[in-house]
Every structure is written in C-alpha cells, then in structure tokens.
C-alpha cells in the first residue's frame, strides 16, 4: 500500500500527471477515489477507473507475493545460492572430457554459446543435448523435455533417431549390468519413441519469428513444465544479414539474451544457443572469432570454441564463471557425440572403431 | 497491416494506429519502453500487445521430432529427397539431395561436378517414386556457356542410366523443356537474377532445383582486404535468399564451388582457408562467409593414382573420381567411388 506511484505500470503519460499532481504513494490514489482523481488530473472518468483497478491489482499482487515468499523480491543469502547451485542438475553429453571440462557437464539455468566454424559439430551437440536432457534420473540425468528453435533447418530426424537409439541402448546396458528395480522401470517408458516426442521443434525462417518464439517461450514453458532444456541453433544466422543499422541489431541481441537470461533462471532450464565463426583480419595475422560482435560475448555465461587440430576435433572452455579455461578433443560418431577413442584400443569385431590413419570409410564397406 | 483483425484490445488498436505502425516486424523491432513512449500505453497493454502479435505470427508452428520422423507425406517430409540417379551415390548421402538447404559441390576443374549436376537436371523431371521432384530446374551459368551438347547425350542415354525406371515413364518426360538456362556474369546480374527470375519460376511451380554454376566466378577477381567487407555482405545476401527461396518452396539449390590450393594464395585467401584445409592442400573457395550459409559440402576430385583402389578400377573406362561428404548434420564424413561414363555419372561399390 505505500508503493511508491513511479513503480506502478500505469502509462507514463499517466505518471507525469500525477507526479506534477503531488500523489506520491497508491494509497493517497486509493483514498481519492475516482472522481476526485479525474478531477484533480484532468482525465475522464474511464481513465481513472482503469488506472485505479490496476494500482488495486498491484497492491494486492504484491501482498501476495510477500505472503509467499518467491518472485523478484526475495532475497538470498550466498550460501543459499551456493547450495541451491550444487543440487541443479547437468545435462550429460556423453563425451566425459567435455562433461568434466564444464564440470559436470551442461548446466541448467545457465546460458551456453557453442561456436565454430561449419562441419565440426554444434548442431550434433545440440541433438545429443536434446537427448540427453530426458535420461531418467535413475541414470543419472535430469529427465526433462527439449524445445529445439532451429533457424538455419539443419535438423535432420533421422540423425536424432540414431542418436536416440544409442541413448537408449547405453542405458539398457546399465539397467542389465545393475538390475535395480526402478532401472527397469524407467526403461519402460524410456524409448526412441518417447524420446522424440517430447522434442519440440520450432522453425523460425527470420529474425522476427525468432523473436517472437522467444515472447511466447516463458508461456510454452509454463505449460510444458518439465522443458529443462532450450537450444536454438543458430542464433547468428538470422542476425548476419539484412541489418543496415547494426545498432538496431545490437539493441535487439541484448534484448534477446536478458528474455532468455530470465527464462532460464525461471523455468530452471539451460539455454545453448550455437554461433558462427567469422574472420577478424588483423595487421599482422587475422583470427577467427564468434560472430555477432564484441557485446553479444556478453550475453552466454560459458562459451565453448570447437576447432579442428588437422583431422581432430577439439573443444576449447573459453569462458565460465567456475571452470578453468582447457581444451579437450571429441568426436562425432554415428552413436552422436563421444570421447575420442584411444588409438590403441584394439577394433572389435564390428570395426566401429576409426583407425585415424585410414581414410574414413561409409560403415557399410567395413565387411 | 488491418489491426482489427488481431484479438486486442480497442484502445491498443486505437493506438497502434495512431502511432502509424504497419507491421508486425515494426513492432518487434521495438523496444518495449519505446513502445510505451510511442503508444502511451501501459507496460502491462505493451507485454499483452507483443504476446498477441507473437502468438498470430507462430501460430500452428510447433511440432515433435517424433511427427517430424513419421511424416511420410511427400511434400513435407524430411526423408523425401532429390536422388541422383545412381543407387550408390544415393546411399552415400542417404537417399540424395536434401530438399530445403543450399548443397554445396566443390572440387577441382574436370573432377565431374557439371556432370553431377546436369544429371540432377535430368533426375529433378522423374516422378516422387523414382526420387524425382516431377518439376523441373534452372541452371545459372556463371562463366562458361552451358553444355547444351552434353545434355542432349545424357537425354538421349536416360534409358540406359535410369534402368530402374519404366520405359515408357522416361519416353514421356520431356527432359529438354523444362530446363530453363540463365546467364549471370557478374554480381548485379546475378542478384537480379535470383530476386526476379528465380522467384517467379519457383512461384509458378516450374522448377524444383536450382543449380549455380559456379558461385566462385563472381567472386573470382581479387576483393582486396578493404574491400573484404562488401564481398562478405554480399555473400551473407546472395546465402540468405537463397536459403529463403529453397525454404519457401522446398526446393535444393545446388551451388558448384571451386577450390583455392594452399601454397599459390595470397595472404588473404590463406586467412579465409584457415579453418576449412583439414590435411588437404586445397579448400573450397570464398572461405568460411560461404561456408556458414551450407547445409551440406561435398567434394569432388579426381583420383591421383586411378588403380590405387584394388580391384576397383579394373571395369571401369573413364577415369577414377571421389565424391567425399566433407560436412552434412545427418552424414558421416565418407566417400565414394564414381565415373563419367557416356550415359552419365554412376558410382561405383
């Protein structure tokens, strides 16, 4: 009741008239009621009705929100942080140098930019992610949905199925090594199927339907609660084109990143956005760095740089909070995203195993 | 823009058309506090306005991976592909060409790319069940003269090829008609080209395939470094209307590139081969601006040591050549074996 009238989401217009009217707090606007508010201000009566059941609305709103304790109001001590942070989830990505080098692997509420150049793996990441984000707790990981914003339709369903079923056979084989009880259980819903249908694919062909997707994200989360995951691949390649005044473009990232900022702290899901690579010629050498300009480095909280060393693929840590900067090697295989296996390994007898020395094959010839 | 139409409230109406916004993406472009200085509107009237806005813009937009897998209707489902013509070149890339995307081919001069293309020219006019797209294509020349004799031999040999097909099938596709040649020797024609030609050819259902080449000759007189900038811009374009023409009309596009060689550059064509020569000593051309618009990079090449591969060039008359999928989201880097034979491209086991 003694909120402050400059706090309250009336029209601004609206504001000024009652600040130059002297009305400091909503209870001296309760207490006029609306005749002597329009008088006073000079507003028709419908105006001041309006803006009286919206300074009633707030007040009520904000009786609620200190009775329940949650919200933008709340405060927090560091431990409190500290513990909540420990008990979030990961989503697991199958490469253990890469979960280790983010330590644990991705994180939910937290923004994560992977960047590189095309053909080294970003969108292969994020199918796995997609995956991976609906492994059974029993298994270890967070058993949530996937929404999958894709702007350039680099998506291929029959990928996701082979990466799924892999997933899928990975955990059979725990669940048979283990015989637990709830192992079992969970395998019984846990199939391909399943697995692709609590995918959600958007296909946004611009930018404005990406921005529009991202509106009506904290509504589709909200009916679909158990979304622990959101990547759109790739945020660049709508933002790369089309933008005369690169300020506008600028204005519109920032915007992006604090609505997706906001909706991954509230919804409690990680948010990986894949970006490209483009050259940045020096004086003397030139280099190649994420796309979209210096303060968009802003917007993700951990940054991962895939390149190629010759023919391995390596992902660098270039920016977290928490982890030391490292680089690991990875590979994609057609189970999905790996660890590099080690060379001396000998080939089983079904030769998924790739000798680097030879040239790669389609599996089909490997009789 | 007729605002009415939209579920809002009459006063946002009132002032949406007051503040004379006539688009959605205008509104969009906006910030949210500009929005409430623009319409004098409250944050709340603001927040309600770009959900409905958003909500009619995405609307029916959502689906799962799993009605994606099991859409098995030809015009829109992702397993429908555009075949080659050749059954192994085909399982190299898992069915053919993906319909929504720009596919790249690159390679060397004479490694078979313009065969491999008039050949989809061809593939493109065969009905859905023979892995054809029942429409026909336009092939853009940007440096030489299209082999128009060539094509007529792969006309005339399409029964020898295509042996999978029904005669009677081949005998009433009328190949030549529906190939529709452009010429476009520099950027300004090229983009007209793209903007008008190509939009109403595909508007009007005529062509199914659009193949360019080589989008390398535009580019082939040296951008120097200042100029670097606009050669980018111009790529980024040229990539996201064709990027758009093929996602509005499901329709591949084809663009054959060629490759820089790693020692005869200059300082910047190394700087834009820096992340694309992996152990090769040539890299496409136009760098890694091009490379970011790609769905799919093939590579065609001609084989050094054409019996090299035991027991494999032993029937085959032309010379050796791989096609190598360098990059693809949904396939493996592989390679195969292939030739130019009279009838066409065929690959080999």
Redesign the interface.
């Known amino acids: 009741m003694q909120r402050e009238v400059g706090s309250l ?6 504001r000024a008239r009652l600040a130059a009217a002297g009305f400091q707090t909503a209870q001296e606007l309760l207490e006029t009621g609306p005749c002597g508010l329009s008088k006073e201000l000079g507003i028709s009566k419908e105006e001041a009705l309006e803006a009286l059941q ?1 300074v009633r609305q707030e007040c009520h709103g904000d009786t609620a929100r200190t009775a329940r304790g949650s919200g933008a109001t709340r405060k927090f001590t560091a431990l409190e942080l500290l513990e909540e942070e420990q008990a979030q989830g990961f989503i697991i990505t199958f490469c253990s140098a890469l979960d280790n080098m983010l330590g644990g692997g991705v994180q939910l509420t937290k923004i994560t930019e992977i960047c590189g ?3 080294v793996g970003k ?2 990441l994020c199918m796995q992610l ?1 995956v991976d984000v609906q492994i059974p707790e029993c298994f270890g990981g967070v058993a949530g949905e996937a929404v ?1 914003i894709d702007t ?10 082979d990466i799924a079923a892999a997933c899928v056979q990975h955990c059979q084989l725990i669940a048979e090594a283990q015989r637990e009880e709830d192992h079992l259980k969970a395998l019984e819903t846990f199939s391909v ?1 399943s ?9 946004c ?2 930018y ?2 990406l ?3 991202v ?2 994200l904290p ?2 989360l909200s009916e679909h609660s158990k979304v622990r995951l959101v990547v759109i691949d790739g945020i ?2 709508p933002f ?3 933008f005369e005044d690169l300020s ?1 473009r600028t ?2 990232l920032n ?1 992006l990143a604090q609505q997706l900022i906001i909706t991954a702290n509230d919804h409690k899901s990680a948010v990986v956005l894949t970006n ?4 940045r ?1 020096g004086q003397s050498q ?1 280099t ?1 760095v994420p796309a979209l300009g210096e303060s968009w480095g802003h917007a993700a909280t951990v940054r991962l740089i895939f ?2 060393d ?2 391995q693929r390596l992902a660098t840590l270039y920016k977290s909070p928490s982890q030391k900067e490292a680089t690991i090697p990875y590979d ?1 295989t ?1 189970r999905g995203f790996r660890d590099v296996q080690p060379p001396a390994v000998a080939p089983s007898a079904d030769g998924t195993e790739r000798n680097p020395r030879k ?6 010839e490997k009789q | 823009m007729d605002w009415d139409q939209f579920d809002l409230n009459p006063k946002t109406v009132a002032a949406l058309k007051k503040a004379d916004i006539k688009s ?2 205008e509104i ?2 906006f ?1 949210e506090a500009d929005l ?2 623009l319409m ?5 009237d603001i927040q309600c306005l ?2 409905t ?3 009619t ?2 609307k029916n ?6 009605q ?2 099991q859409d098995k209707d030809h015009l829109t489902s ?2 429908q592909k555009l075949s080659l013509g050749c059954s192994v070149l085909d ?2 890339l ?1 069915g053919g060409i ?1 319909l ?2 720009i596919t790249e081919l690159a390679g060397e001069s004479s490694a078979g790319k313009t065969q491999i293309s008039l050949q989809l020219c061809l593939c493109v006019q065969y009905p859905y069940e023979y892995g054809g797209l029942e429409s026909g294509a336009v092939y853009i020349c940007t440096e030489d003269a299209f082999p128009s004799k060539r094509l007529h031999q792969l006309i005339d040999q399409q029964h020898k090829l295509r042996a999978d097909v029904p005669a009677e099938v081949i005998q009433k596709i009328k190949f030549g008609n529906s190939i529709f040649v452009e010429h476009a020797a520099d950027i300004d024609t090229f983009h007209k080209c793209i903007t008008k030609r190509l939009s109403l050819l595909l508007a009007r259902g005529m062509v199914r395939l659009v193949v360019i080449d080589s989008i390398a000759a535009l580019f082939r007189c040296e951008f120097g ?1 200042s100029e ?1 900038v606009t050669k980018a ?1 111009y790529l ?2 040229f ?2 209307q064709l ?2 023409l093929s ?1 509005r009309f499901r329709t591949p596009i084809m663009c054959i590139n060629q490759v820089w060689y790693q020692n005869c550059c200059s300082f ?1 064509r190394r ?2 081969m ?3 020569v ?2 090769n000593r040539v890299a496409p051309a136009l ?3 091009w ?2 618009q ?2 799919m ?1 093939l590579m065609a090449s001609r084989v050094s040591w054409p019996g090299q591969a035991s027991g494999v060039a032993s029937h085959c008359t032309g010379s050796l050549r791989t096609l190598r999928v ?2 693809a ?2 396939l ?5 074996y292939y030739t130019v034979q009279l009838e066409g491209v065929k690959g080999i086991k």
């Open positions: 989401p009336l029209a601004p217009a609206l919206v150049a095309p053909g969108t292969q997609a999958f350039e339709g680099s998506f291929m369903v029959d990928r996701v199925v199927e697995i692709l249908s609590h995918i959600y694919y958007f296909r062909r611009d404005v339907e921005l529009a997707q509106y009506l509504e589709f660049a390649f790369r084109h089309d506008l204005r519109l915007g490209q690579m483009t050259t010629i030139s190649l390149h190629w010759n023919s994609i057609p040239r790669p094959r389609r599996e089909e | 959605i993406k969009l472009n910030s409430q200085r004098k509107l409250s944050s709340a770009l959900k806005v958003s909500r813009l995405r937009s959502m689906l799962t991976a799993l994606l897998y992702q397993h399982n190299l898992k993906p929504v995307g470094v670097s811009r980024q374009t990539g996201a990027h758009s996602t910047y700087v834009m820096q992340s694309l992996v152990g760098g890694i601006t490379a970011n790609l769905l990079r360098v990059f989201p949904h493996p880097p592989s390679s195969c």
